[in-house]
């Protein structure tokens, strides 16, 4: 079996909400960027995956059809946060197992401003028995949702190994000095060390609100097909393959701590099985894009991905292995922090900007050297979605 490659991808700049356009036209010039950056017209692709969480059930299917009404297969995909990486997965799948030569996936968010929120409040929520998890085993403070849950992981981190709670805000210092190199991003001011600490607490005692991503609007698109496909149409950009991808969801022991609760173990169950189906371990990988929602959960997804032994976030990160010169370039986007979220593109956008470091066209925040890359995308509720790039 061969692997999928990356033909095209394609993104537009995020906005804050009420900055945006409708969905509809982020999302199609998303695709028509994608496509033109594959070099292939519409007509080729057989099907397509559309991410969103916020919409009814064929918006889809309306964003697709001002690029084109072709009749192909469009599914509409709701895997909460990680929904852009499962788009992406489910359009891999089909064409690795030789269901079509060439599929899509995109994804695009209409955000409203301030916490997330259910549009559901007349029936049960998936996060209730989270929830109520929580509460049994923490003396979390009230908060919305992710809010809570994350913060009271970071929180959880810093009692259980003891670390300075400054490293929070060190990530996101990094992670803005990222972001002034990308065009895309939302955010393009650094910032200090003294503003990121000394900024409101949205979550007692450790979380400011300079730790936190903002609700955001965007759209990005990622053209996947096989390798016999990108020979007979000469696409010469199709030169990233995805080597391996995973989506684990909540297991027996996830729920017996705040850090699980976030998913720390679906993580690192995610990443072992690309690894061990990739032939690839940490060691070989120069570029990452993870799930950075709050500060408090990049610092445990560098032990969840492996990238740090378990209880080192704190020396991986004084050490400045998180950034160029270190051992790896973690967000070099600027990541959820600095990019934005808006929710169903994110895990598209993870992938197109990490193969334009495959591709080496990633400009001023270029990786010198990138080979191999990962993607880690998370969802609670649950669902943690790690992929594996390689350049070819």
């Not at 099907?47 to 064929?58: E, F, K, L, N, R």
């Not at 998890?133 to 992710?146: D, M, N, Q």
């Not at 080192?312 to 070099?332: Q, R, S």
Request: charged fraction near 20%.
């Amino acid at each position: 079996m061969t692997h999928a490659r990356i033909a095209g991808v394609g993104m537009v700049k995020f906005s804050k909400p009420g900055q945006n356009e409708p969905y509809r036209v982020m999302a199609s010039k998303a695709i028509n960027i994608a496509l033109k950056d594959a070099g292939i017209d519409y007509k080729y692709v057989q099907q397509a995956y559309a991410s969103y969480i916020y919409g009814d059930s064929t918006c889809g299917q309306h964003a697709l059809y001002d690029v084109g009404m072709t009749g192909i297969p469009v599914v509409n995909v709701n895997n909460n946060c990680s929904s852009g990486s499962t788009a992406l997965y489910l359009a891999r799948q089909a064409v690795e197992f030789g269901a079509v030569e060439c599929a899509l996936a995109f994804g695009f968010e209409e955000m409203k401003k301030g916490a997330l929120t259910s549009h559901w409040n007349d029936r049960e929520s998936p996060f209730d028995p989270m929830l109520n998890k929580l509460s049994e085993i923490s003396t979390a403070p009230e908060a919305p949702l992710a809010l809570r849950m994350f913060g009271q992981a970071g929180t959880a981190y810093i009692d259980k190994y003891n670390a300075n709670p400054n490293i929070f805000g060190k990530v996101s210092v990094k992670t803005r000095s990222h972001a002034v190199h990308n065009p895309y991003s939302l955010f393009e001011k650094e910032l200090t060390l003294d503003e990121v600490m000394n900024s409101p607490t949205i979550f007692t005692p450790y979380l400011t609100r300079f730790m936190a991503c903002p609700p955001t609007c965007g759209a990005a698109a990622v053209v996947v097909c096989s390798e016999a496909f990108a020979k007979k149409h000469n696409l010469s950009n199709a030169n990233v393959e995805i080597v391996a991808q995973a989506i684990v969801t909540d297991i027996e022991g996830s729920w017996t701590d705040s850090m699980k609760l976030i998913g720390t173990e679906m993580t690192a169950q995610a990443a072992s099985e690309v690894y061990e189906a990739s032939g690839v371990g940490p060691s070989d990988i120069q570029v990452i894009e993870l799930h950075d929602c709050f500060t408090t959960n990049e610092v445990l997804t560098y032990e969840g991905l492996g990238l740090c032994p378990e209880g080192g976030a704190e020396k991986f990160i004084c050490d400045n292995d998180n950034t160029y010169g270190g051992k790896f370039v973690v967000n070099p986007s600027g990541g959820l922090m600095s990019k934005g979220h808006p929710i169903g593109a994110t895990g598209l956008a993870q992938a197109t900007e990490l193969t334009w470091h495959l591709r080496s066209t990633a400009g001023k925040r270029q990786v010198e050297g990138a080979k191999v890359a990962l993607a880690h995308n998370l969802g609670l509720g649950g669902a943690a979605v790690v992929s594996m790039f390689r350049k070819v």
